[in-house]
Nanobody, 121 residues
């Protein structure tokens, strides 16, 4: 099982980024894929999750209305479109797989190395 994130970077407040998570080594259609983030000195936070049947089932209150999760099953890829970014969104973003979204976002399944997102004020 392998999950590889990309798309992070340094942006200014109000700008956008799109993160990608490419999955391999398992039947993509059978798993939920979630994103969680980890900032220095803060607890891990579940950000968003999409179910195995491509339904966005979770957004953290802190990102509702700004982030959108989507999936391209033909490419075994999940995207996280992040708009109106804020300094408090700065973190390492990891994607994770699980049989259910809760499993994925708690990091109980497989997860990738992460991609750094830094939002300057």
């Amino acid at each position: 099982v392998q999950l590889v994130e990309s798309g992070g970077g340094l942006v200014q407040t109000g700008e956008s980024l799109r993160l990608s998570c490419v999955a391999s080594g398992f039947t993509f259609d059978d798993y939920a894929i979630g994103w969680f983030r980890q900032a220095p000195g803060k607890e891990r936070e579940g950000v968003s999750c999409i179910s195995s049947d491509n339904r966005p089932v979770y957004y953290a209150d802190s990102v509702k209305g700004r982030f959108t999760i989507s999936s391209d099953n033909a490419k075994n890829t999940v995207y996280l479109q992040m708009n109106s970014l804020k300094p408090e969104d700065t973190a390492v973003y990891h994607c994770a797989s699980g049989k259910a979204c809760l499993t994925a976002m708690l990091g109980l399944g497989s997860w990738g190395q992460g991609t750094q997102v830094t939002v300057s004020s």
